[in-house]
């Protein structure tokens, strides 16, 4: 049995919104309850987990907080859960018990309801699905069909703004994993390392690249434009104020959340095309270890990073991988592929973020920076695999191309082919 999940926009009418909305803020409220307790109690010099504090709720909730009962069990225990990994995270850091931070409201929350509570029923004459979950008298339509056979294991219901979704997860069977690798070909055993930049969203040791589609640099600059217009608008802008939001805030709010939901359904697109592509035609892919916090400081590469979500796009790879049985490599946090040259090993620890090109003290080559590192992380797999690969061929790469180019990526032979050459030439 293997685990896979499918996410759906589902269309809530406005009591079901009503009750998705109580079921977000009840989940806040038992987490921060927690919290507050937990905080109390390190004070105090006690100590009590996850577990302990959902006891203390469950005992206190039916005197205490009754609208808890209005809305699914789970929307008050899952953020249990939550909050004993958050205590243990702060336990393995220092080892002392620290104090635990709020959630605060957002716009982007979500839930988990246990598969047991929750059914999906088909409506007979127009076949349309829809998905029951308790407490609620009429079941919220799904936008899309349930794209799994197995059985449903969980659903997670989370919102942008005004949009809702439910994303499920379904353990489906050896049979229709089968099915499922069928359909991703596979080739010759061919290895592949990956480097994810900033000029170019990925960079592979084959000699090509890909760009981030247009797109989303286009739609993410008028996103900016419409949070700006939404903040001008009329509405409470402090915690107390009475102000009412006008008609012209929700206005606002709506379209702002259907530009975040735009550009969202583009970048899944972008990583679900790129990394069926790259499983389809590699056995054996290595990526580099992504500290993502520590590259957020950084602000040049935040602002790329969160235009890709190159973490999303290295789970996906992974996850198909894993799906289809090629190997996975995540290489070591501290294996410096961006330092090393490609072509005689020589460390130089010069080289800044802002140098595009790489120049070897060494054999006085000049390489570009991302390529350079593609290359390190290809050897570097081989290295670790310890097996001969086949060559990728200039027929391999035109297939590749191809298959990009069915997919509508924005991609792009760049200059790294010539580089490649004169490197190989050497
Ligand atoms: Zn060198």
Redesign the pocket.
């Known amino acids: 049995m293997k685990q896979i999940s499918q996410k759906i926009k589902i269309e809530p009418n406005n009591i079901q919104k009503t009750y998705l909305n109580k079921c977000f803020g009840c989940k806040r409220f038992a987490y921060n309850w927690g919290v507050e307790q937990y905080n109390e109690n390190i004070k105090k010099g006690m100590f009590k987990n996850g577990y302990d504090l959902k006891k203390q709720f469950n005992s206190l909730k039916r005197e205490k907080f009754p609208f808890v009962y209005d809305v699914t069990k789970y929307a008050t225990q899952q953020p249990f859960i939550h909050l004993n990994k958050a205590i243990k995270d702060t336990l393995k850091k220092g080892g002392k018990p620290i104090e635990l931070a709020f959630k605060k409201k957002s716009n982007n929350e979500s839930f988990y309801i246990g598969g047991d509570q929750i059914k999906i029923v088909t409506k007979p004459h127009s076949n349309k699905q829809y998905i029951k979950i308790p407490l609620l008298d009429k079941p919220i339509k799904l936008t899309e069909k349930i794209k799994y056979d197995g059985k449903i294991l969980s659903c997670t219901i989370s919102h942008i703004y005004s949009i809702y979704f439910v994303s499920f997860t379904f353990a489906i069977s050896e049979e229709e994993l089968l099915n499922k690798k069928a359909k991703l070909a596979i080739f010759k055993e061919k290895a592949l390392g990956i480097d994810l930049g900033v000029k170019s969203a990925l960079t592979l040791s084959v000699p090509f690249s890909i760009h981030l589609p247009e797109g989303i640099k286009r739609e993410s600059k008028k996103l900016i434009k419409l949070s700006r217009q939404l903040d001008r608008k009329i509405h409470p802008r402090t915690k107390g104020d009475q102000t009412k939001k006008s008609k012209n805030y929700l206005k606002a709010s709506f379209r702002l959340a259907k530009k975040h939901l735009r550009i969202l359904n583009m970048k899944t697109d972008f990583i679900e095309k790129v990394s069926s592509v790259i499983v389809k035609n590699f056995d054996f892919i290595c990526m580099e270890d992504l500290n993502v916090k520590g590259m957020l400081k950084n602000h040049h590469l935040a602002r790329a990073i969160s235009e890709v979500s190159f973490y999303k796009l290295k789970e996906k790879i992974h996850s198909k991988c894993d799906m289809v049985g090629k190997y996975f490599l995540s290489a070591d946090r501290f294996f410096a592929s961006t330092k090393i040259?490609?072509?005689?090993?020589?460390y130089?620890s010069q080289i800044k973020l802002s140098d595009r090109k790489f120049i070897?003290?060494?054999?006085?080559?000049t390489i570009d920076r991302d390529f350079n590192a593609a290359i390190n992380l290809y050897n570097y797999l081989i290295k670790k695999v310890g097996r001969v690969t086949a060559e990728f061929t200039l027929a391999d790469l035109t297939a590749l191309i191809k298959d990009f180019d069915v997919n509508r990526l924005s991609t792009s032979k760049v200059e790294t082919r010539n580089q490649h050459n004169f490197y190989i030439n050497l």
Do not use: K, P, R
């Open positions: 040259c490609s072509n005689c090993g020589n130089n070897c003290d060494n054999c006085n080559i």
